[in-house]
């Protein structure tokens, strides 16, 4: 009875002490215990301090980036030389070397200043237009009263020469500023970009995680975290760390079905990683409307093994997906190496966020750079919106694309010169709405000028596309570069490549998982883009 008597003292004593400590001193307590209500909104507190401070970070770097894109187009602005500028340099430049020492400078430069100067500026006009002067094409005005005519001549054509060469250098250099402008601006957007993800307020409070994580215990995981990013629809973004990374792959069986049924649209999963202790956390996002499988089927010439050719598909993100073929000038290792660093660099570029047209500018500076010899690649670019299926082709100096839709074959077209020529060029961009079921079909120079013997090559391929009727893309791919060599009967007189993308419908592998008396999860709206409604016939190109 004695002991008895003790732990009902000692209870006692307890629900005392209970009783009169402080509730904030309870709650100050409980931020430190795990499992507490009052931990995990201390855990948010301090997550949401580091992601202020990271943004702060970030966005100070971002404008470093930019007030350095300023300060590139400022000076590209200021030191671009106007014709009076340029004008009156070679005329000084003249008459210092020629009439410095000349008896009859007075003469000519201070009673008949006038004169002299519209000679001078006459005969300039002459090497604009002859490609030099000379005592016959030289002005009048001069050849009445200058007794130096031979020197001066020479003089002017020197000077003319230099003036072009140093406004020629001068127009490269704004070229390659207002290049490395565009560049840092791109630089400083992303990082703005990504602070603005780093910032975005946990507006979700605890009890929905609490929510998620009951529901995955429910069905007899072990969770350790549960970590809302963000809740908005199409822009949906789960951590979640539980117990297992063995051979059953639970996060695509059983936690990405249930948050699909939770969260009413549906969830993928888009990276997982091991952590220790045997835990494994998985990110789980909204799943596009769309997905892109490819089909690639590429022949070196005359049966080597290097290529000449090169392609990528890539998930770029924010909703894109990119497919791109790229044809090196030749063949062989030479052709391969500045297709392949084409591709290599565009792919970077585009996955690091940067607009495709400054993608596409900055690969043709490099190439550019890269050698002294004249070397070129052509891009085919197409850029696919997981979310509408509204496609952007960017053609540089590629041979027609085409968009099969059924037993129909639309071609798209460029007409500008390939990359690594000049150091301005022209991207050409042409959009096309895609339908569910469409073929995006890229092809090299020498798949599309297989059929030289025809009157017309483009519509010899486009014969072919519609003839064909599996909905395999890879077997279209094949199909076509079989064509193609049989046109040349066996001889692959160049590299060959061809792409294929077909647009299907996003179809989540395994069904929601519904359980009795489980609550939905409320969410703002407006975060999903709109999608844009599928016409019939051809597309808009």
């Known amino acids: 009875m004695s002991q008895v008597a003790v732990g009902l003292e000692e209870s006692l004593a307890a629900f005392v002490l209970l009783f009169l400590t402080p509730k904030s001193l309870i709650e100050q307590i409980a931020r430190y215990v795990p499992g507490t209500h009052q931990h995990a909104l201390s855990q948010q507190d301090y997550a949401r301090r580091i992601r202020e401070l990271m943004d702060n970070r970030i966005r100070e770097v971002s404008n470093v980036f930019q007030e350095l894109s300023n300060t590139f187009s400022q000076i590209s602005a200021s030191q671009v030389r106007p014709p009076d500028e340029l004008l009156n340099k070679t005329l000084e430049h003249v008459s210092q070397q020629v009439c410095a020492g000349c008896f009859k400078r007075g003469q000519c430069w201070s009673k008949h200043f006038m004169e002299t100067y519209q000679g001078m500026v006459d005969s300039l006009a002459m090497i604009d237009i002859d490609g030099y002067v000379d005592a016959r094409n030289l002005a009048p005005a001069l050849k009445r009263r200058c007794i130096k005519t031979e020197q001066i001549t020479n003089a002017l054509n020197r000077a003319a020469e230099f003036v072009k060469r140093d406004a020629k250098w001068q127009a490269l250099l704004a070229e390659n500023r207002d290049l490395v402008a565009s560049q840092l601006t791109g630089v400083a957007k992303i990082m703005s970009e990504l602070a603005g993800e780093i910032r975005k307020e946990n507006h979700v409070s605890a009890d929905q995680e609490e929510h998620i994580m009951a529901a995955l215990e429910q069905l007899g995981l072990t969770i ?33 079905p249930l948050l699909s049924e939770i969260l009413g649209e549906n969830i993928t999963v888009a990276q997982k990683r091991a952590e220790s202790e045997g835990f494994c956390t998985v990110t789980l996002t909204s799943a596009k409307v769309y997905n892109v499988e490819v089909g690639v089927a590429s022949a070196a010439k005359d049966g080597k093994m290097l290529s000449g050719d090169s392609f990528t598909s890539l998930d770029v993100g924010n909703g894109k997906y990119a497919v791109a073929v790229s044809d090196g000038m030749g063949n062989g290792e030479r052709a391969m190496q500045e297709s392949s660093a084409a591709i290599r660099l565009l792919q970077q570029l585009l996955k690091a966020g940067f607009d495709e047209q400054l993608a596409i500018k900055t690969v043709n500076s490099v190439l550019l750079l890269r050698s002294q010899e004249e070397i070129f690649a052509t891009m085919d670019l197409a850029l696919i919106d997981l979310y509408s299926a509204k496609t952007e082709f960017l053609k540089i100096g590629s041979a027609p694309s085409f968009i099969k839709r059924g037993s129909e074959a639309f071609p798209i077209c460029g007409a500008n010169i ?39 090559s483009e519509v010899w391929l486009k014969t072919q596309i519609e003839s064909i009727e599996t909905n395999d893309p890879q077997a279209i791919a094949d199909v076509l570069l079989e064509l193609a060599v049989r046109m040349n009967h066996g001889e692959i007189n160049d590299d060959m490549t061809v792409l294929v993308a077909k647009i299907e419908r996003f179809q989540p592998e395994w069904s929601t998982i519904k359980i009795p008396g489980l609550k939905k999860i409320k969410r703002k709206k407006g975060g999903k883009q709109n999608i844009v409604p599928l016409s019939q016939g051809s597309p808009t190109a």
């Open 224 to 256: 350790r975290t549960v970590d809302i990013i963000c809740l908005d629809e199409g822009k949906v973004e789960i951590e979640v760390t539980y117990a297992g990374c063995g051979d059953y792959n639970e996060c695509a069986k059983v936690i990405a």
């Open 418 to 456: 390939p990359i690594g020529i000049l150091q301005d060029i022209e991207i050409q961009s042409v959009e096309a709405d895609l339908q569910e079921g469409d073929f995006l079909i890229l092809v090299s120079d020498g798949v599309f000028d297989a059929a030289k013997q025809m009157e017309n």
